[in-house]
C-alpha cells in the first residue's frame, strides 16, 4: 500500500491523500481538497483515481469533489449519515465496512464521531497499520467540535476506539497542527520531557515531508491521551477549582478541549 500525504500550503494547513494499490495503480483520493495537486500526483505517477474519499462533511474536506469525480468519473464516498451534507455521495459507509483499492488495499472503516457526528477514520489493513483521520486524531491534539460535533462523543472515540489500536499504527492526520498541539501539551504537562524534545525537532520542519507520528508516539506526547496524568490534573484544577479531586478520564479531556479552544 502507498500512503501519498499531499501538503495543500493553504491557510488551513490541510493534508490531502492518496492511497494507492502497488500492484494495479488504482487509488482512492481522501478529502482532496486541493484538486489539481491530487491529480497532478496521480497523473505524474500513472496512478488512477476510482473512488473519492471524504472523512467528514465540513468544506475544507470536501470542496475538490466536484473537480476530481469530473475528471476521473471516481465514486464518492463517506458517512453514511452525510448523504444529506455531501452531495453526490455514491457509497454511505458503516462501522466495520471495508474499502477496497485495486488488488491489494483494504481499508477498515471506523464510525468516528466528535468533531462532527459523521466521521470516518480508514484502518489500513496491513502488517504495520495506518490511520487516515481527518478531523478526529491530529499530531499531539483533537479535532475541535464547534460544527456539528460534541467532546462527550470525541472522548468517547478516544478511549474506545483509537486508545486500543496497536501501538505502531502510523497517524496521518487531515492537518498539520503539530507545533501548536506540542506547545499546548508543554502548558498542560510542563514536565513532558519527550514532547518537549519533539518541539525543538520538527518546530522548523518541511510540511512536505513531515513527521509521521505513531499511536505510540502519540500517547507519550498528545495531552487528549494524557489524561491520568497527575501534573495534567493539577494544571486543570487551576483553570477549574471545582474539579472533582480525583475526575474522570472523561472530565480531564473534555475540559483539556474547553480549554484548547481559546487557546
Request: glycine share 8%; with cysteine; aromatic share 6%.
Amino acid at each position: 500500500m502507498i500512503v501519498d500525504q499531499i501538503w495543500t500550503g493553504n491557510a488551513y494547513r490541510n493534508f490531502n491523500y492518496l492511497i494507492v494499490c502497488p500492484e494495479t495503480g488504482e487509488a482512492v483520493a481522501v478529502d482532496p481538497l486541493d484538486h489539481e495537486k491530487c491529480l497532478n500526483r496521480a497523473r505524474a505517477q500513472g496512478w488512477e483515481i476510482t473512488q473519492v474519499l471524504n472523512t467528514h462533511e465540513h468544506g475544507d474536506h470536501t470542496g475538490g469533489n466536484k473537480r476530481v469525480i469530473e475528471a476521473t468519473g471516481a465514486k464518492l464516498l463517506a458517512h453514511r449519515n452525510a448523504k444529506n451534507a455531501i452531495a453526490g455521495m455514491d457509497v454511505g459507509l458503516s462501522a466495520n465496512d471495508v474499502v477496497k483499492v485495486g488488488k491489494t488495499v483494504e481499508l477498515l472503516a471506523l464510525d468516528t464521531p466528535g468533531h462532527t457526528m459523521s466521521h470516518v477514520c480508514l484502518l489500513s489493513k496491513t502488517d504495520q497499520p495506518a490511520l487516515i483521520c481527518g478531523d478526529t486524531l491530529f499530531n499531539a491534539g483533537a479535532g475541535n467540535c464547534h460544527n456539528g460535533g460534541h467532546p462527550n462523543e470525541l472522548y468517547e472515540t478516544f478511549a474506545g476506539q483509537l486508545e486500543s489500536l496497536p501501538e505502531n499504527t502510523l497517524i496521518y492526520p487531515g492537518h498539520d497542527y503539530m507545533v501548536n498541539n506540542l506547545a499546548f501539551t508543554l502548558d498542560r504537562e510542563p514536565d513532558n520531557d519527550r514532547a518537549r524534545a519533539l518541539l525543538s525537532e520538527i518546530e522548523n520542519q518541511d510540511p512536505n515531508d513531515p513527521l509521521v507520528s505513531t499511536l505510540g508516539m502519540e500517547k507519550e506526547i498528545n495531552t487528549f491521551f494524557r489524561l491520568r496524568s497527575p501534573t495534567v490534573i493539577a494544571r486543570l484544577r487551576e483553570a477549574f477549582p471545582d474539579l472533582p479531586a480525583s475526575p474522570s478520564p472523561r472530565d480531564v479531556f473534555v475540559k483539556l478541549r474547553e480549554l484548547r479552544n481559546d487557546w
